[in-house]
């Protein structure tokens, strides 16, 4: 999740919070549905920004679209820094905020170009109702749905009744993508086969796998974003007095020599 306020007005900000890579999309084996036949499918990158209102959002969006596939309006961050800014779940019942920064991105990028939301669930499943009309009415290209409401913590298992209503109340309409509890091929295949979704999102599972490490090196992962995701990783690994280093590593190098010092392997793909 990207400030699109901050990434709007300073360099800093966009040579810090976004870089790529032609070869970062990656390409993927996909089977047809209607037929046994595959294909070679590019894949996608889609930047997420946070925003409390539609100037920032798509002077953000207007900066950056040249350069992903799509974009993406933070509706679910229940971190309480975030809600009071009024971004992320803020937005939950802000569906008129929600309606203006879709439009007034639509007139900065075009009606083509894919501009998504990604909410949580509420409480009062006719709020959630509401939120996916308002999106859709305004032109979102698809929904990602997390089966938590904001009050509730990871912890909590994941509502998959609440996202099969997600995907009823969009009709067919765009597409709903599931997230939440997400770790392997076999618990994705069961949400999308409970849910009837047309797509899932892995958030954890994928910054918990270790292959991270090695593909952040081989891209060139600024530092403090490597540092940042391996303290998400690593947090129920590390002793308190461990963690208590390893926030304070510099480097690249020194962060990969401490953890092979507790005994961690980060060798190169083999």
């Given at each position: 999740?990207?400030?699109?306020k901050?990434?709007?007005?300073?360099?800093?900000?966009?040579?810090?919070?976004?870089?790529?890579?032609?070869?970062?999309?990656?390409?993927?084996?996909?089977?047809?549905?209607?037929?046994?036949?595959?294909?070679?499918?590019?894949?996608?990158?889609?930047?997420?920004?946070?925003?409390?209102?539609?100037?920032?959002?798509?002077?953000?969006?207007?900066?950056?679209?040249?350069?992903?596939?799509?974009?993406?309006?933070?509706?679910?961050?229940?971190?309480?820094?975030?809600?009071?800014?009024?971004?992320?779940?803020?937005?939950?019942?802000?569906?008129?905020?929600?309606?203006?920064?879709?439009?007034?991105?639509?007139?900065r990028?075009?009606?083509?170009?894919?501009?998504?939301?990604?909410?949580?669930?509420?409480?009062?499943?006719?709020?959630?109702?509401?939120?996916?009309?308002?999106?859709?009415?305004?032109?979102?290209?698809?929904?990602?749905?997390?089966?938590?409401?904001r009050?509730?913590?990871?912890?909590?298992?994941?509502?998959?009744?609440?996202i099969?209503?997600?995907?009823?109340?969009?009709?067919?309409?765009?597409?709903?993508?599931?997230?939440g509890?997400?770790?392997?091929?076999?618990?994705?295949?069961?949400?999308?086969?409970?849910?009837?979704?047309?797509?899932?999102?892995?958030?954890?599972?994928?910054?918990?796998?270790?292959?991270?490490?090695?593909?952040?090196?081989?891209?060139?992962?600024?530092?403090?974003?490597?540092?940042?995701?391996?303290?998400?990783?690593?947090?129920?690994?590390?002793?308190?007095?461990?963690?208590?280093?390893?926030?304070?590593?510099?480097?690249?190098?020194?962060?990969?020599?401490?953890?092979?010092s507790?005994?961690?392997?980060?060798?190169?793909?083999?």
């Open positions: 999740m990207i400030l699109a901050e990434f709007s007005r300073s360099a800093v900000a966009r040579q810090s919070d976004f870089t790529t890579s032609t070869n970062e999309r990656g390409v993927f084996v996909m089977q047809e549905r209607s037929s046994n036949r595959k294909r070679l499918v590019r894949g996608s990158l889609i930047a997420q920004f946070a925003a409390s209102e539609a100037t920032s959002f798509a002077d953000a969006a207007e900066l950056i679209w040249p350069h992903i596939d799509g974009i993406d309006l933070n509706c679910g961050c229940p971190q309480p820094w975030a809600y009071k800014e009024r971004i992320g779940s803020f937005l939950l019942r802000q569906p008129d905020t929600i309606r203006d920064i879709i439009h007034t991105t639509r007139g990028v075009g009606q083509r170009f894919p501009i998504s939301i990604k909410i949580r669930i509420d409480s009062d499943l006719k709020k959630t109702d509401q939120l996916i009309q308002t999106a859709i009415h305004a032109g979102a290209s698809h929904i990602a749905v997390h089966g938590r409401t009050h509730q913590p990871s912890t909590a298992p994941v509502s998959l009744e609440s099969s209503f997600a995907v009823e109340a969009a009709k067919g309409v765009v597409p709903i993508v599931a997230n509890d997400a770790w392997s091929f076999v618990d994705s295949e069961n949400i999308r086969e409970t849910t009837g979704v047309q797509g899932v999102m892995s958030a954890r599972g994928l910054l918990a796998n270790p292959e991270f490490v090695w593909l952040s090196t081989s891209y060139g992962l600024p530092f403090g974003l490597f540092h940042r995701h391996l303290q998400y990783m690593l947090e129920d690994r590390l002793m308190k007095q461990e963690r208590a280093v390893f926030t304070q590593l510099p480097s690249l190098a020194s962060t990969i020599d401490y953890l092979e507790l005994g961690m392997d980060f060798g190169e793909e083999s």
